[in-house]
């Protein structure tokens, strides 16, 4: 069975025990697996036969599929027209807006759900930015047990909002930030026997970490230099750094990428310790952005994150609201890629590095992007010059064209 293991004192839990951290240090948890268990179920051939999803990787995860709306299996787009704008040779987008609600939060929670059903549990919580809200939610409804949200009032993009109340959650909004939004769950979780499955979760994590193991995939089992990430919570690099690690202990990958991540000027606690060479984060106490899912000023997975970046030689670098807006504005108009403002953060702080000199041209590079256009559309229309309005005659629409 798998176990959860601390990073900071090794303790070692059984995987059916609903930690969430450390009882002994409060450090954060890892779900590890036997190599004798992995190499059990593993077989690399059949593995690479089975069609794209979250649950073909199903060795490197901690319980069976119980609950799954199709997640996973997102497009990786070449994009050399972007390529060329940003400045390197050969770019890719892994685009998770095409998970099921829209963001790359489907894949943890079809792993979270399942393993809460899996312990025999009928409620699960969570604090939210928007995307973790509507995942929850989704997931929440398909597998019938009641899903309860906390979101910062006024924060959050009314297109999440949208998805968490359409599927019947118990949605409350706190006047206040997230980070309180995530203190206050955390204990509500504790008193009412909730399974909370925001990303300190390590469970989560675990479905998280396949758009790695997608990306390279679809690469041709190539693994590229660099994996660019917008960090919020630090969840999403966190995970795909644990589980590339895990392909490369067992010979599946020959090397790890470099692993980088990119906040908003605003919002960038992980960025300011990655450019001092800390082992800590220190929080920030009232973050901004217009990026909304990355407007977190206390990243809880913030020492898994910095591990990722010092362990693979990556880096962090933050851009400003106008640099994650061109670089969104741009995704749609050379690519045709629609995404929400903190997806755009990863394709705006790589062309930020190329022009630092960080970053070569020549490097193979996959940023993924979070989020659908969709979900944020509210922003849209701040930043678009609206429709023009017109009389309804040919001649008029014609000296408009």
């Known amino acids: 069975m798998p176990e959860l293991r601390c990073i900071s004192c090794d303790s070692r839990f059984s995987d059916q025990e609903i930690l969430y951290t450390c009882p002994s240090c409060d450090g954060l948890l890892e779900v590890h697996y036997g190599e004798a268990e992995i190499e059990e179920k593993l077989d690399i051939d059949e593995m690479k036969s089975l069609d794209l999803g979250v649950w073909k990787y199903r060795p490197f995860l901690p319980c069976d599929e119980r609950v799954s709306i199709a997640e996973g299996a997102t497009p990786l787009y070449e994009a050399d027209r972007l390529a060329e704008w940003v400045g390197v040779d050969e770019l890719y987008i892994k685009n998770e807006g095409g998970n099921p609600t829209g963001s790359f939060k489907d894949r943890g929670m079809t792993v979270g759900v399942s393993k809460a059903l899996e312990m025999g549990l009928t409620k699960v919580g969570c604090a939210s930015t928007g995307n973790t809200s509507a995942a929850l939610s989704i997931y929440g409804a398909k597998a019938g047990i009641d899903a309860i949200v906390l979101l910062p009032a006024g924060k959050v993009a009314m297109g999440k909002v949208a998805q968490a109340l359409m599927h019947g959650a118990n949605v409350i909004s706190i006047k206040d930030n997230f980070d309180r939004a995530l203190e206050l769950v955390r204990e509500a979780c504790n008193e009412k026997d909730i399974y909370l499955l925001n990303s300190i979760n390590p469970i989560r994590l675990e479905g998280q970490k396949t758009i790695g193991y997608e990306a390279i995939e679809q690469l041709g089992w190539e693994v590229p230099d660099r994996i660019f990430l917008p960090v919020g919570n630090a969840g999403n690099i966190s995970a795909i750094h644990k589980g590339l690690t895990e392909w490369k202990e067992h010979d599946i990958i020959p090397k790890l990428p470099k692993m980088c991540g990119i906040q ?42 910095l591990n990722a970046v010092y362990d693979t030689g990556g880096t962090a670098e933050s851009v400003t609201d106008q640099e994650i807006v061109e670089a969104q504005k741009k995704l749609a108009r050379l690519e045709g890629i629609g995404v929400e403002p903190a997806s755009a953060s990863s394709v705006a702080g790589l062309k930020k590095l190329v022009e630092q000199g960080e970053v070569q041209p020549d490097e193979k590079t996959v940023c993924v992007t979070t989020g659908h256009l969709l979900k944020d559309s509210e922003e849209i229309i701040e930043v678009c010059t609206p429709p023009t309005e017109v009389e309804p005659d040919l001649q008029t629409v014609l000296n408009h064209i």
């Open 264 to 305: 908003s000027e605003g919002s960038k606690p992980f960025v300011e310790a990655i450019k001092n060479n800390k082992k800590k984060i220190a929080p920030e106490g009232e973050p901004e952005t217009l990026a909304t899912a990355i407007r977190i000023g206390n990243p809880v997975n913030g020492p898994k994150a």
